[in-house]
């Protein structure tokens, strides 16, 4: 089929300037044409009447939305091949589906170890990426933001593109963001607080960035590709220098009032307890992320002179000292599995998911999630004589949170290019 559909350049939009580019939409009802458009997202290709089935609404208003998103350039109709044997007659069946073509964004996401761009077509599919390693955290913001902007043009020169071809960007960092202002308030990467990193990306690329905190994006990053394809609520919790959450309920991630997200690691599992990184105590995260290991590995190894190397390599080594039976290694991994036990059941008793992912980096240390550790959140959770959650182990690299702020990006653009028309 010919592609002849055409979209508006989203950076010239006046809507996709610097100020507020996300509304807080969550509570408001969506249009039909935005609903249509998920379905097919997520879908990958789907009929028309098996859309109006599972949105509940009529075949003809299905057909009507879907009219308008072919126009828009976002859709096409797709001729499905025939199954053999079938010998029927006449045009195949048509089924609709993302059009690829439809623009370009990219994904980026910030870490600890290294920083990773990658640029996808609007269907989705990564056609390049990069990455830069660094290992240092508290840069000064201005550092951050060159250093992105060098792994996003080198994303953008592998895939044969500039700036100006992207539609949307989507950017995933740790700590505290409030994804409604693009604000980050406070990250373990920077020195400063409260960086408007959406705002000054946005003017630097030229196209309208959204920015959100890392588990977020990697919820997202399931809501679209993963397990959201086939179940409408479940829990990410992601595990790398913290500790994080997202949670997908009816087929939207929750972002709360604020925008702020769950604050998985700031619960607190202790009063008067450990200092965490956000200046308070007896936080979840204080006794299982990284530096939690490392500080405990400090005292109880006698590691005080290995205080010049990164938290990382440390890490590494408490692991291979477990590995290799060294019973105080294991009981600092012991004990950070049963404090992640207390807020896995946390997490059942407030939410009730059917499916908790555990996902990150960090989840190659299986002494996090052993039997004995879900053993443990078992037997915190409300016994209700029911099965309780399916707890799945995702250890995901760098490219998949990419994805995910690849999939805020793509979400940013869709938004603008289905917004109400204001003229
Ligand atoms: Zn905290």
């Known amino acids: 089929?010919?592609?002849?559909?055409?979209?508006?350049?989203?950076?010239?939009?006046?809507?996709?300037?610097?100020?507020?580019?996300?509304?807080?939409?969550?509570?408001?009802?969506?249009?039909?044409?935005?609903?249509?458009?998920?379905?097919?997202?997520?879908s990958g290709l789907i009929a028309r009447s098996e859309v109006a089935k599972d949105l509940g609404v009529s075949p003809a208003s299905v057909t009507s939305a879907a009219s308008e998103l072919i126009e828009k350039g976002l859709i096409l109709e797709v001729d499905t091949p025939r199954r053999d044997g079938d010998g029927t007659r006449g045009r195949p069946p048509v089924a609709l589906g993302v059009r690829p073509a439809a623009g370009h964004v990219a994904g980026l996401k910030?870490?600890?170890q290294s920083h990773s761009a990658i640029i996808c077509d609007f269907a989705g599919t990564v056609i390049a990426e990069a990455h830069l390693r660094h290992g240092i955290l508290q840069q000064d913001a201005?550092?951050?933001?060159?250093?992105a902007l060098r792994t996003l043009d080198d994303a953008l020169c592998r895939a044969g593109l500039e700036r100006r071809d992207l539609l949307a960007v989507g950017l995933g960092l740790p700590g505290i963001v409030d994804s409604d202002t693009g604000v980050s308030m406070w990250s373990p990467l920077f020195r400063e607080r409260g960086t408007p990193l959406g705002a000054i990306l946005t003017e630097r690329i030229g196209c309208p960035v959204r920015i959100d905190n890392d588990a977020n994006c990697v919820t997202l990053a399931e809501l679209w590709f993963g397990a959201g394809?086939?179940?409408?609520?479940?829990?990410?919790?992601?595990i790398e220098h913290g500790l994080g959450m997202g949670i997908v309920i009816n087929h939207r991630l929750y972002r709360g009032a604020l925008g702020l997200g769950l604050e998985f690691g700031h619960t607190k599992v202790q009063l008067d307890g450990a200092?965490?990184?956000?200046?308070?105590?007896g936080c979840l995260e204080a006794y299982v992320a990284d530096y939690a290991l490392?500080?405990?590995?400090?005292?109880?190894?006698?590691?005080?002179?290995?205080g010049v190397q990164s938290p990382q390599i440390l890490l590494e080594s408490l692991y291979d000292h477990a590995k290799a039976g060294n019973q105080s290694a294991r009981a600092i991994f012991k004990r950070a599995g049963r404090y992640l036990a207390l807020g896995l059941a946390n997490i059942v008793n407030l939410f009730d998911p059917a499916l908790i992912l555990l996902s990150g980096e960090r989840m190659r240390y299986d002494y996090l999630y052993a039997e004995e550790v879900l053993s443990a959140m078992r037997d915190m959770t409300l016994d209700t004589d029911r099965i309780g959650p399916r707890v799945e182990i995702r250890a995901w690299g760098d490219q998949v949170w990419a994805r995910g702020a690849a999939a805020l990006a793509l979400e940013a653009a869709t938004d603008i290019a289905l917004a109400p028309e204001t003229t």
């Open 142 to 147: 201005a550092q951050v933001i060159e250093d």
């Open 110 to 112: 910030l870490s600890d």
């Open 275 to 281: 200092l965490c990184r956000c200046g308070q105590r």
């Open 294 to 306: 490392v500080r405990e590995a400090t005292t109880a190894l006698n590691w005080g002179n290995r």
């Open 1 to 42: 089929m010919p592609d002849t559909g055409h979209m508006t350049p989203l950076g010239q939009d006046e809507s996709a300037g610097c100020g507020p580019l996300i509304q807080s939409y969550a509570a408001q009802p969506r249009p039909l044409r935005q609903q249509v458009f998920e379905r097919v997202r997520a």
């Open 229 to 238: 394809r086939t179940r409408p609520d479940f829990a990410v919790v992601t």
